[in-house]
């Protein structure tokens, strides 16, 4: 059934940290192997054994038109015709740049890097530079990459593997690093109260997906901006996930709430290796080579990433009905799965998000989201998986759906949840 995934992964084990290139791949928190994937086409992934699977990963979110869609592999084709990087500036960095600016007008200027890491690494590092203060206001269970400050009850990969305070992380590099509550704003006034004017900026993903979905109650997101207001602060919206994913314009335009700062990647980069992170202009003039702000990069902006981008922006620029159909699309899975399980699990959706936790709390936080039953949702993911559907391997991360899915894949979706759904009660609640 997967020998080949499983031959390959004690091999890749051998020189390969845990066999994977990025922890959550690993399987672990479902207790089976990872499959290798051979190749993908649309809504499918193919594993190294031949197996067929419906991808509700799409590559952690850049996958938001389905895997090698014809358009954008053609522009990454010719451009790698013309030279895979230069080291120097060229017109597909302007023109994706102007794209991003157009979709989300707050970012008045920005700077294209390589991976949401670095673009919070960047934007963190600005906002101490404009404001000359050094502490940030995180949240329990919200992941903002791995960089050194922001590993500090991460969540994704760093709360799956329970290690949401990494080891390798100096003392003094996470004083500056404070902690609030998502969707509790009296954390967030009593850190203010206590330290406000020594805190350079709140960084926030608009709507948490690395402890599993967890949507901004209403006021929160607002409520932080007033905050951040007071205290001038500044306040930065994490959007690698929710940016070109919530609404052309991220969640920023979804919610009508407008930060000083962002990060985008994944669907910036169309699969590619591209982030960005930007704001208002005289922030980002703190930026070398304008100001004293150094960031720099080897492959940034480089034109094989640039291409890729411009084109997914491009096509979800043409067809903006995608929005509305994806979020009926995955509604219509959310609306199944609280069918089936009834109260025994919370199901968190909004737009082309969603997850699923075996809890019977309502989550709206880091500490409701780890009630859920990590055991339940293996069961859940293995039984799935064994019907072709590929999910997250993780309770704490997101489902993503792509507009490659057809109806067909969300009723064979629908079809599996409510087979296993009988099964699963049966097993795990009587
Ligand atoms: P990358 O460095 O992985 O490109 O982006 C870091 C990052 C920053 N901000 C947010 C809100 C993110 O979700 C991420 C990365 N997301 C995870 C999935 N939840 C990446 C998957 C992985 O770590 O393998």
Redesign the pocket.
Known sequence: MHKQSDNLFEKSKEIMPGGVN????AFQAVSRNPLFIHHAKGSKIYDADGNEYIDYVCS??PGILGHAMGQVVKAVQKTCENGLTFGAPTEKEYILAKMVQERMPSMEMLRLVN??????MSVVRVARGFTGRDKIVKFRG?????SDGLLVKA???ALTQSVPDSLGVPKDYIKNTLVAEYNDIASVEALFEKEGKEIAAIIV?PVA??MGVVLPEKGFLQSLREIADRYQSLLVF????TGFRLAAGGAQEYFQVKPDLT?L??IIGGGMPM?AYGGRKEIMEMVAPVGRVYQAGTLSGNPVATAAGIETLKILGQQPEIYEELAQNTKKIADTIREVFGDRVCVNQIGSLMSVFFTEEKVIDYKSAVSSDTKKYAAYFNDMLGRGIYLAPSQF??MFVSAAHTQEDLQKTIEAIKRIGEKLINLLYK
């Open positions: 990025s922890p959550v791949r952690w979110g991976s949401g890491t670095e673009a919070v919200c992941y903002h990459g791995h969540g994704s990969g993903e997906a690395n994490d959007e690698v996930i990060t990647g994944k982030a991360e997101s």
